[in-house]
């Protein structure tokens, strides 16, 4: 198992943010993610309804926590806020950019059985799904 396999299934490893369309994966290694449309930015988005650092993304003690520094701002699972603690799945709209919030200790620790997991609800299944496919 290389660094990288071990890294990514430790309790430990990063959680990531992942562009929905393009498939993107940005790993949360700082303590502060910046997403905005300035190239500079951890997570740089070409999108002009996006601010130019349009929201972080800090680790904490509880999880991760979604700031936002936009006038425009920001959704979390279709609600509009200028803070949120991050759960695993969590849907996040930047200006018309979706991002999938991944962390997986969290999706290890919800442990929800097969015959209750809707796709479309329990967007953990197509995560478990994407992690099989990848494995082949």
Known sequence: MSAEETD??????????????EGIRYKLKKEV???????KCDIPLDDHRVSRVHAEVK???????????SHNGSRVNGLKVKRALLQDGDELMIGKTLLTF????????????PEERKVGKDLGLLKDLYDEVAED
């Open 8 to 21: 990514s299934t430790s309790e430990n490893a990063p959680a990531e943010l992942v562009l929905t369309e």
């Open 33 to 39: 993610t910046q997403i905005g449309r300035l190239p």
């Open 102 to 113: 991944y962390h997986r200790s969290q999706t290890k620790a919800r442990s929800i059985p």
């Open 59 to 69: 680790r904490a003690s509880k999880g991760y926590l979604l700031m936002d520094l």
